[in-house]
C-alpha cells in the first residue's frame, strides 16, 4: 500500500494532520532561565508533567502519558548507564537528545504501520556556570530545537511563536518573576490554544472577542484564576544554590504561594 | 512488561559485571582501608573514618575519603578493599537516584539497606578469593520511623543494627571496647552527647585506633589532614569542615596524645 513513494508522503502527511489533532487540547509548557536556575511551568489535570531526568536535567511534555512515560524511561535508562559508566558531565542534554531521543521519535513517525510517540517534549540543562544554561525542543516528527533564554511547547508553533513573543518583553531576572512571567505565558499560550480549538468547532463568538485576543495581565490573571481552579499549577526548579549534584526540586504549595503573583493561589496542589 | 526500577538489574542486562573472583598474583599485596566508626548522638548520628589506604606495610594514600555521601540522607562507610568499596557507592547512588527519579518517590531505607546486602551477597566470591572484601557501615536517616539508623554488615552481606554505634576495619577492635565503656560507665551516654562533644569523642577514638594499628592514619597537623566527621540527621547529611576540626584536636585531643 505505501511501497509507492508518493503514497508514504501521503501517509505521513496523514499521521501529521492526526497528531496535530491530539495536541490541540494540551497543556502548554513554559522554561525560562533565571538567577535562581531554570524554572519549568505547567497546568495540568492529575498526571504530572515535568520530571528530573538527571543531576542537572529536567523535562516537561505535552501528549499521550502513556507515550511520555515510555520516552521518560528511556531518557532515564541512557542518562543514568552513561552517568555510571563515565561521569555525570558526560551526561548532557544534547547528547540525549540528538543521539537517542529524537532519531527514535522521527523513526516511529515514519515508519506508518506503526504508532508514532504523541509527545512533545522540553528538556532544560542548568549550565555549569550561569549563562550556559540551555533547552532543546522536540516535535513529534523528531525535529529538534536549541535555545537558550526560554522554551515553549504548545500545540502549534503558532501558539508557540505568540507564546515566545510575550515572553520575550518580561522581566526573568529573580525567581518570582520568572514564575509570574512563566504563568502568565502559559495563559497566553492556552487561551490561543482554546481560541483555536473553539473556531474550529464553529464556536466564533466565543473565541474572536476582543477579550480573548487581549495579552493585558488583568485579563491573563482573571483566565488564570479561572484555571487554577480546576487544574493544578506544578511548577519545577533546578536550582543552582542546591547543594549536591542533583539540582532538581518541584516548588510546593507553600513556596509558589509566596511566588505567584497577583493574588494567585495554587488550591489543588 | 513492567517498567524498571532497578538500576542494578539494569546494569546487568547491559553487561556489568560485579564481585567475579580473581586470584592476587603470590606476594600481591592489596590495598585496603581501614578504620570507620558510627555512633548516635544527641541530633543524628555521627560518622567518621580515617583517611589512610594501605597494601601490606605500604601506606598508598593519606586522604582516603571513606565515608561516602550516597544522597541526601544517606552515607557509607567504607573498610576492605577501596576499588570493590567505591564500585559499590556508585551503584548505589546511581540506583538511589534512579529509583527517586524513575519512581517519582524517595526509596525507603530499608529498600537502600537492602540494595547494599544485595551488592554484598552478588560480591561474595571476590570477597572469599581475597581480592574484593569490603565490611561497609551504612547510616541514613529513616522517614518512616523518624531517627537516622546505623547498619553494619560481614561479608556475606547479612546487616545488622547497631543500637548505639558500629566499628568496621582493622583499627576497630581498639575502638570497640573504648565505645563500650564511654557508653556504659561515662558522664553520659554517646547517644546524649551535642554535636561538639561526639566531634571530639570520634576524634580521640581514630587517635586511638591510630596509635595501635599502622594501618590507621592518625591527624597529619603539618599536611592539615583530618578525618571525614559527617552528620546524619533529618535535613540531610552534614561534613564537618577541616576549619572546624583543626581547633577541637588542638584544645581537646592532641594535649593527651
Same mark, same amino acid.
Given at each position: 500500500?505505501?511501497?509507492?513513494?508518493?503514497?508514504?508522503?501521503?501517509?505521513?502527511?496523514?499521521?501529521?494532520?492526526?497528531? %496535530?489533532?491530539?495536541?490541540? +487540547?494540551?497543556?502548554?509548557?513554559?522554561?525560562?532561565?533565571?538567577?535562581?536556575?531554570?524554572?519549568?511551568?505547567?497546568?495540568?489535570?492529575?498526571?504530572?508533567?515535568?520530571?528530573?531526568?538527571?543531576?542537572?536535567?529536567?523535562?516537561?511534555?505535552?501528549?499521550?502519558?502513556?507515550?511520555?512515560?515510555?520516552?521518560?524511561?528511556?531518557?532515564?535508562?541512557?542518562?543514568?548507564?552513561?552517568?555510571?559508566?563515565?561521569?555525570?558531565?558526560?551526561?548532557?542534554?544534547?547528547?540525549?537528545?540528538? !543521539?537517542?531521543?529524537?532519531?527514535?521519535?522521527? *523513526?516511529?513517525? +515514519?515508519?506508518?504501520?506503526?504508532?508514532?510517540?504523541?509527545?512533545?517534549?522540553?528538556?532544560?540543562?542548568?549550565? *555549569?556556570?550561569?549563562?550556559?544554561?540551555?533547552?532543546?525542543?522536540?516535535?513529534?516528527?523528531?525535529?529538534?530545537?536549541?535555545?537558550?533564554?526560554?522554551?515553549?511547547?504548545?500545540?502549534?508553533?503558532?501558539?508557540?511563536?505568540?507564546?515566545?513573543?510575550?515572553?520575550? $518583553?518580561?522581566?526573568?531576572?529573580?525567581?518570582? %518573576?520568572?514564575?509570574?512571567?512563566?504563568?502568565?505565558?502559559?495563559?497566553?499560550? %492556552?487561551?490561543?490554544?482554546?481560541?483555536?480549538?473553539?473556531?474550529?468547532?464553529?464556536?466564533?463568538?466565543?473565541?474572536?472577542? &476582543?477579550? *480573548?485576543?487581549?495579552? @493585558?495581565?488583568?485579563?491573563?490573571?482573571?483566565?488564570?484564576?479561572?484555571?487554577?481552579?480546576?487544574?493544578?499549577?506544578?511548577?519545577?526548579?533546578?536550582?543552582?544554590?542546591?547543594?549536591?549534584?542533583?539540582?532538581?526540586?518541584?516548588?510546593?504549595?507553600? +513556596?509558589?504561594?509566596?511566588?505567584?503573583?497577583?493574588?494567585?493561589? &495554587?488550591?489543588?496542589? | 512488561?513492567?517498567?524498571?526500577?532497578?538500576?542494578?538489574?539494569?546494569?546487568? +542486562?547491559?553487561?556489568?559485571?560485579?564481585?567475579?573472583?580473581? *586470584?592476587?598474583?603470590?606476594?600481591?599485596?592489596?590495598?585496603?582501608?581501614?578504620?570507620?566508626?558510627?555512633?548516635?548522638?544527641?541530633?543524628?548520628?555521627?560518622?567518621?573514618?580515617?583517611?589512610?589506604?594501605?597494601?601490606?606495610?605500604?601506606?598508598?594514600?593519606?586522604?582516603? @575519603?571513606?565515608?561516602?555521601?550516597?544522597?541526601?540522607?544517606?552515607?557509607?562507610?567504607?573498610?576492605?578493599?577501596?576499588?570493590?568499596?567505591?564500585?559499590?557507592?556508585?551503584?548505589?547512588?546511581?540506583?538511589?537516584?534512579?529509583?527517586?527519579?524513575?519512581?517519582?518517590?524517595?526509596?525507603?531505607?530499608?529498600?537502600?539497606?537492602?540494595?547494599?546486602?544485595?551488592?554484598?551477597?552478588?560480591?561474595?566470591?571476590?570477597?572469599?578469593?581475597?581480592?574484593?572484601?569490603?565490611?561497609?557501615?551504612?547510616?541514613?536517616? @529513616?522517614?518512616?520511623?523518624?531517627?537516622?539508623?546505623?547498619?553494619?554488615?560481614?561479608?556475606?552481606?547479612?546487616?545488622? $543494627?547497631?543500637?548505639? !554505634?558500629?566499628?568496621?576495619?582493622?583499627?576497630? &577492635?581498639?575502638?570497640?571496647?573504648?565505645?563500650? !565503656?564511654?557508653?556504659?560507665?561515662?558522664?553520659?551516654?554517646?547517644?546524649?552527647?551535642?554535636?561538639?562533644?561526639?566531634?571530639?569523642?570520634?576524634?580521640?577514638?581514630?587517635?586511638?585506633?591510630?596509635?595501635?594499628?599502622?594501618?590507621?592514619?592518625?591527624?597529619?597537623?603539618?599536611?592539615?589532614?583530618?578525618?571525614?566527621?559527617?552528620?546524619?540527621?533529618?535535613?540531610?547529611?552534614?561534613?564537618?569542615? %577541616?576549619?572546624?576540626?583543626? &581547633?577541637?584536636?588542638?584544645?581537646?585531643?592532641?594535649?593527651?596524645?
Amino acid at each position: 500500500m505505501y511501497e509507492e513513494p508518493y503514497k508514504w508522503v501521503e501517509a505521513v502527511g496523514n499521521r501529521r494532520t492526526y497528531l %496535530d489533532e491530539q495536541f490541540k +487540547e494540551g497543556a502548554p509548557v513554559v522554561g525560562v532561565t533565571c538567577e535562581r536556575g531554570i524554572l519549568l511551568m505547567t497546568m495540568s489535570k492529575g498526571t504530572p508533567k515535568l520530571y528530573e531526568i538527571y543531576d542537572r536535567l529536567a523535562l516537561g511534555g505535552m501528549g499521550h502519558p502513556a507515550d511520555l512515560e515510555k520516552l521518560r524511561f528511556n531518557l532515564l535508562e541512557m542518562a543514568h548507564v552513561e552517568g555510571f559508566n563515565r561521569s555525570a558531565s558526560d551526561v548532557t542534554g544534547g547528547r540525549l537528545v540528538k !543521539y537517542g531521543m529524537a532519531p527514535a521519535i522521527k *523513526q516511529a513517525f +515514519e515508519e506508518v504501520f506503526k504508532a508514532p510517540f504523541i509527545v512533545k517534549i522540553l528538556l532544560a540543562e542548568l549550565g *555549569q556556570k550561569s549563562g550556559k544554561d540551555g533547552f532543546l525542543t522536540i516535535n513529534y516528527d523528531g525535529t529538534f530545537e536549541e535555545k537558550s533564554q526560554y522554551a515553549v511547547l504548545a500545540a502549534t508553533s503558532a501558539v508557540e511563536q505568540k507564546m515566545a513573543g510575550y515572553l520575550r $518583553e518580561q522581566s526573568l531576572a529573580s525567581l518570582a %518573576d520568572a514564575v509570574g512571567a512563566s504563568i502568565r505565558t502559559w495563559a497566553v499560550g %492556552d487561551r490561543a490554544q482554546r481560541r483555536a480549538l473553539d473556531e474550529g468547532e464553529g464556536h466564533d463568538e466565543a473565541g474572536t472577542g &476582543p477579550d *480573548q485576543q487581549a495579552t @493585558d495581565s488583568e485579563t491573563l490573571y482573571a483566565y488564570l484564576r479561572r484555571c487554577i481552579a480546576e487544574k493544578t499549577v506544578e511548577c519545577a526548579l533546578l536550582d543552582r544554590h542546591v547543594q549536591g549534584p542533583s539540582k532538581y526540586r518541584a516548588l510546593g504549595v507553600d +513556596e509558589l504561594k509566596t511566588l505567584l503573583p497577583n493574588g494567585l493561589s &495554587p488550591s489543588l496542589l | 512488561m513492567g517498567m524498571q526500577s532497578d538500576f542494578y538489574q539494569l546494569l546487568k +542486562e547491559q553487561g556489568h559485571v560485579f564481585g567475579v573472583p580473581s *586470584q592476587a598474583p603470590r606476594g600481591q599485596e592489596l590495598t585496603t582501608a581501614t578504620t570507620i566508626l558510627a555512633f548516635k548522638y544527641r541530633d543524628g548520628v555521627l560518622v567518621a573514618g580515617d583517611r589512610r589506604a594501605t597494601a601490606g606495610n605500604m601506606v598508598m594514600y593519606d586522604r582516603t @575519603d571513606k565515608v561516602l555521601e550516597i544522597d541526601r540522607h544517606s552515607v557509607m562507610a567504607i573498610a576492605g578493599v577501596p576499588a570493590t568499596a567505591y564500585e559499590m557507592a556508585r551503584i548505589l547512588e546511581h540506583s538511589f537516584k534512579y529509583f527517586r527519579r524513575t519512581q517519582l518517590q524517595e526509596l525507603s531505607f530499608e529498600g537502600k539497606l537492602r540494595a547494599l546486602s544485595k551488592l554484598l551477597k552478588d560480591n561474595v566470591p571476590a570477597a572469599l578469593a581475597g581480592t574484593g572484601a569490603v565490611v561497609p557501615i551504612f547510616v541514613g536517616y @529513616d522517614f518512616e520511623q523518624e531517627a537516622a539508623k546505623i547498619y553494619f554488615y560481614d561479608i556475606l552481606g547479612a546487616e545488622f $543494627e547497631g543500637a548505639d !554505634y558500629a566499628v568496621s576495619g582493622s583499627g576497630s &577492635p581498639t575502638i570497640r571496647g573504648i565505645l563500650h !565503656y564511654v557508653n556504659t560507665w561515662g558522664e553520659q551516654p554517646l547517644s546524649a552527647m551535642p554535636e561538639e562533644q561526639a566531634t571530639v569523642q570520634a576524634l580521640r577514638l581514630l587517635t586511638s585506633a591510630a596509635e595501635f594499628d599502622s594501618a590507621t592514619g592518625g591527624v597529619n597537623r603539618e599536611a592539615g589532614l583530618y578525618p571525614v566527621i559527617k552528620f546524619i540527621t533529618a535535613s540531610g547529611v552534614r561534613t564537618m569542615p %577541616d576549619a572546624q576540626l583543626k &581547633p577541637l584536636f588542638e584544645t581537646k585531643v592532641s594535649r593527651h596524645v
